[in-house]
């Protein structure tokens, strides 16, 4: 019988309609390894050291088909039944962090929902669960079927209430010293071949991380009776081998800063480095590289198996905190959570991927809480510390990137170097035989003319190895102008994602505000609003221009984009002649001090791109400042030119030097800042391998100052 709310106590209650267990279950957990990784986690939670799945006649969908989670845990009074497993978004682990002792293991199922796993895997489901001091097994048996019949028999405009379905339990004699729970799913939606439980055997191998010390263990079995490589299977974690470069950082506590790595160019190593506590909290994390060398060993290893190599992991007080579960049998389908096998602005072919790296991240629940895992356990809430953490994370590759950039241009040193010391040999011989020769012109004429055929010989291999040579150059010009194009193209890739998502938003702020004006228009008394919303119309469209005017013009990027020009050149004629007259209108004096001239190759429309979005900012944000000033300089050192771009407007919080060169972050807004300018600048000079930051202002006590870092070789 439907609950219903009495009237004259001005109240509602809640009810929730049976297809509650639909949207909880098969439709929440979208992956049905996904579902088996909840059960076994909820195997974890209930101090289980031994949990075994089990799959009966699952290659075919028959009666006798079942797959069954059993553990030797803690196991369920009645009461846990009824007040905890029965009852949806429980707390109870919310409440309470840990499990009893000895084990102390901080809860990994806390949203409540993850029982409605079995949902994904079958139609009927037993639990036989009991606790050490009870007699019997309690027996509860779920059929999801007259949940289904319940809503597909519903009246119209009637709700059938979670709550009516009444499911039946039972008692079964048991030995006393027996403990735990059996969750025993029949009449499966699904077969299961030998690949799909190969699968699962490597997402449950990565459950437990294998640095973390779970003592009492916690130990995992797969079982099948059909496929015999997985009867009474361990599942065990592969340890990591084959691996050409290994690196941990922490969190120092003493210091109460977070390790990060670097790389020194110099020195060809990798090395830590410490910056701030990260909002995200302490993180540590192992990363494990593998070159070309150490990845052909690894495939010799593990053949046909390109799933193994796979990427960062995230672990929770020693437990993976999601299943990152990317079941595809073809690599390329898989989920990318992380984002490390996007293609990022600078590293096509220096990019290091899911398929190059091992990495175990570890983080805690009580110093990393906003690290919140999504309710379908494919992914995290996206907070700002997520988003921190992502980054980081990828800034650790970044290092890796480096390394491995240091190691194909150092190869392709060592190539060239051997062919010019195989030229030199060569010379060296020519000019041995010569000697030879001489001495032998007047004991040993045959031999004279055996000896000029050999210096005949050695000419032409000269000049054959110093040809290789000068193909070799002219080669590796031509890869480098190719990376040069690829890398202008592949840093709008980002860009292209948000901007998607972004038109689209901007267009239905439009066509909002159009439909106001369609129906109310003319009325006097809106005039005060459609006098706003116009501005605010125009304001949308005049930043899709702009971002849209921007895209076009990689459109076409091909080779005739790219040419050489003089750096300073191109930003003195910029500053003095294109905008002489916006500097007089608006009264800003410009200061150029370019002191060397440097010669660059690449798309200069994207090159002029950088210097217009700066001044136009500088601009806006002069525009309440006396004696106003726009300031360049730039000149080369060592590895690189470097430009300083500032101006002395009511200028920047260092602590938003970062946030800034985010897409649509603003600080100009009121004078049509649109937040995209900074984030265009930074794709642009990270696409030439260079670098852009804020650093301390020059017209200090108001101004914004860029550093403009662009090296020599900007491939």
């Known amino acids: 019988m439907n609950q219903t709310n009495n ?16 949207l909880l279950g098969r439709e929440l957990i979208t992956d049905r390894v996904t579902a ?32 069954i989670i059993s553990d030797n845990g803690t196991g369920m009074s009645f009461a846990d039944i009824r007040d905890k497993w029965m009852v949806v978004g429980t707390n109870s682990k919310r409440v309470k962090l840990y499990s009893d002792a000895p084990y102390n293991r901080k809860f990994v199922g806390e949203k409540g929902v993850g029982r409605f796993a079995v949902d994904k895997l079958g139609a009927r489901v037993k639990i036989k669960t009991k606790e050490k001091k009870d007699k019997n097994w309690l027996c509860v048996n779920i059929n999801w079927d007259e949940y289904e019949n319940l809503s597909n028999n519903a009246v119209e405009g009637q709700l059938s209430l979670f709550t009516e379905v009444k499911n039946k339990y039972s008692y079964e004699p048991a030995e006393v010293d027996k403990k735990g729970t059996k969750i025993i799913i029949s009449k499966i939606f699904d077969k299961w071949s030998v690949n799909d439980i190969e699968r699962l055997y490597k997402e449950l191998s990565k459950l437990i ?43 120092d506590s003493d210091k109460g800063m977070q390790e990060t790595l670097a790389f020194d160019s110099k020195k060809g190593d990798l090395y830590k480095m410490h910056i701030d506590k990260q909002n995200f909290g302490p993180v540590k994390m192992r990363i494990y590289y593998f070159d ?41 389908k898989k989920r990318d959570i992380l984002g490390i096998d996007k293609s990022r602005y600078s590293g096509a072919f220096d990019h290091v991927g899911i398929r190059e790296v ?7 629940k009580k110093d990393n809480p906003q690290i919140i895992d999504a309710t379908n356990r494919q992914d995290f809430i996206d ?7 992502k980054e980081f994370i990828l800034q650790q590759l970044d290092a890796f990137k480096e390394q491995k950039k240091y190691s194909r241009v150092a190869k392709r040193s060592v190539v060239e170097n051997k062919l010019i010391d195989a030229g030199s040999d060569v010379k060296t011989f020519e000019k041995e035989l010569s000697k030879i020769e001489k001495e032998l012109s007047k004991t040993n004429p045959d031999a004279k003319k055996n000896i000029a055929k050999l210096k005949e010989q050695a000419k032409g291999l000269h000049r054959v190895i110093s040809k290789g040579i000068s193909e070799q150059k002219k080669y590796q010009k031509e890869v480098e102008r190719k990376e040069k194009i690829l890398y202008s193209i592949v840093s709008m890739q980002e860009f292209a994602s948000l901007i998607t998502h972004a038109v689209r938003t901007s267009i239905a702020k439009v066509k909002h505000l159009g439909e106001f004006f369609k129906l109310n228009y003319p009325n006097p008394k809106f005039d005060k609003f459609f006098k ?35 750096v300073s050149t191109l930003i003195s004629d910029l500053l003095k002649k294109q905008y002489s007259s916006v500097f007089r209108k608006e009264g800003i004096e410009l200061e150029l001090g370019l002191k060397d001239d440097f010669v660059i190759e690449t798309n200069k429309k994207a090159f002029q791109d950088i210097f217009q979005n700066l001044v136009s900012n500088s601009v806006k944000a002069l525009t309440n400042t006396k004696n106003k000033k726009i300031k360049c300089t730039g000149y080369l050192n060592t590895n690189n030119f470097v430009i300083y771009f500032s101006d002395n407007g009511y200028g920047l919080d260092m602590n938003d030097k970062d946030w800034i060169f985010g897409l649509y972050n603003t600080r100009t807004a009121e004078q049509g800042g649109a937040g995209v300018g900074l984030y ?23 101004g914004a100052t860029f550093k403009i870092t662009i090296p020599f070789n900007n491939k």
């Not at 052909?296 to 020693?318: E, P, V």
């Not at 907070?383 to 953490?389: G, I």
């Not at 091909?558 to 040419?563: I, K, L, N, Q, T």
Request: hydrophobic share 35%.
């Open 532 to 566: 706003e919303y116009a501005v605010m119309i125009y304001n949308e469209m005049d930043t899709l221009l702009s971002v849209t005017d921007f895209m076009l013009s990689f459109a076409n990027v091909d080779e005739s984009s790219f040419e050489e020009f003089n």
């Open 292 to 332: 070309e060398g150490a990845k052909r060993k690894y495939r010799n290893a593990y053949k046909n198996d390109d799933t193994r190599i796979d990427g960062i992991k995230i672990y929770r007080d020693g437990v993976i905190t999601t299943p990152f579960a990317e079941y595809e049998d073809h690599v390329e």
């Open 7 to 22: 009237i004259d106590d001005q109240s509602l209650q809640w009810r929730v309609d049976v297809n509650a267990f639909r």
């Open 680 to 702: 265009v600048v930074e794709k642009q000079i990270k696409a030439l391998n260079g670098d852009i930051e804020v650093v301390e202002n020059e017209f200090k006590p108001t």
């Open 358 to 364: 091992i990495g175990v991240l570890d983080i805690t």
């Open 209 to 251: 991380s294998p640095f973390y010390p779970v003592n009492p263990p916690f130990e995992i079995k797969i079982d099948s009776n059909e496929f015999i490589s997985y009867q009474n299977k361990p599942v065990k974690p592969d340890a990591v081998k084959y691996y050409s470069h290994y690196a941990e950082i922490k969190y």
């Open 383 to 389: 907070t700002k510390e997520y988003k921190t953490l």
């Open 36 to 67: 088996i990784f909840e059960l076994v986690k909820n195997c974890y939670d209930a101090n289980a050291e031994e949990v075994t799945v089990t799959f009966n006649n699952v290659s075919t969908i028959s009666e006798k088909s079942e797959i």
